[in-house]
């Protein structure tokens, strides 16, 4: 187990800025997940952190001793690959006690070891099957074995479950999250896919270009982002451009009143925003709630919008609604979206809860 810190970690190729200043602390046992689109540094960054690449600059520390110049197999890390490359002409069992062979630890513990982690894995019996006699997912289970069966003491997740199908998918990233839980070991884990990274982190790290956009939990990231590119990123979201017309509290969280067009949102605001300011005022479709006729609320804003295009999905369905010449996507859920059905062309009230205003940088002006 372990702390890891990253400090101003940064990795250039020539021209390429793979990693911009990288700043985290990961607790130890702490699951944390690096999210973020393809070429945004996540790989990188996990590859910098086990010892397989050399950071331009920066420093890495485990439980507060700088790792540099530490190389890879001396850091105790165990890393799990998109494709998990077991020893094709291995069994299960050998596969297992590769790590622990080459660490030449005696026999009798090595088959101890083996077993457990048979048990681990739920793969009990597999031990003598060659990797070519067991199904995708059980295989990334032996992979997961491997690496756990060295009792590293930080685990490294590159996409370990992309190559899968989305059943599998499912199944084994709360298997993985299960393994991390009961070893209780630090995990980093990267992913492009926000739903893996929803369901299985203590803190995700929302990355772009390089750069360390926002790390929060869940909730921080869903419903407080930061910056415009995390609001866009996770989740679908309206995004409506306008400025902060006044600024209060309320409950010890400052809001903003921002006025887009001739609408108006109260919004939460975590950057100290100030009147005048062109912000983005950010609202999910499935967090704006349909009035019943005859509902007033106090003290809010409330849009005024004509349904355009009603579309059924079963469980919810989806309403584009014209708000001032805006478009409005909403998604309505429950029973109410039952009697919304046959709304198209009819004029409906809009409550929008849980929107956040984000400062709107012009482009290119962000430094
Ligand atoms: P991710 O894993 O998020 O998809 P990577 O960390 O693999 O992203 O890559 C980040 C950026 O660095 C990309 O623009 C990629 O093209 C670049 N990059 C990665 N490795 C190298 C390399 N060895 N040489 C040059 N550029 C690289
Ligand atoms: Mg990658």
Redesign the pocket.
Known sequence: MARVELIDISKR??Q?I??DRVNLDIAEGEFVTLL?P????????LRIIAGLIEPSEGEIRFDGQVVNHVPPHKRNIGFVFQSHALFPHLTVAENIAFGLKIKRRPKSEVQRRVEEMLELVNLRGFGSRMPSQLSGGQQQRVALARVLATDPQVLLFDEPLSALDRNLRDQLKYSILELQRRTKKTAIY?T?DQSEAFAISDRICV?NH?RVEQVGTQLDIYLRPRTEFVANFVGDNNVLAGSVVRVWERDGQRLVGVRAGALELHAVDTQGLQPGESVLAFVRPENIEVLGDGIVPEDEPILDGLVEQVVFEGPTVRFLVDVGGSPVRVTASGPQRLTLLGSAGRRVRLRCHAVVAVRHHEAGART
């Open positions: 190729y020539g390429t793979a990693v973020g393809s070429g945004c540094g996540k790989t990188t960054t990267v492009h990355m390089g």
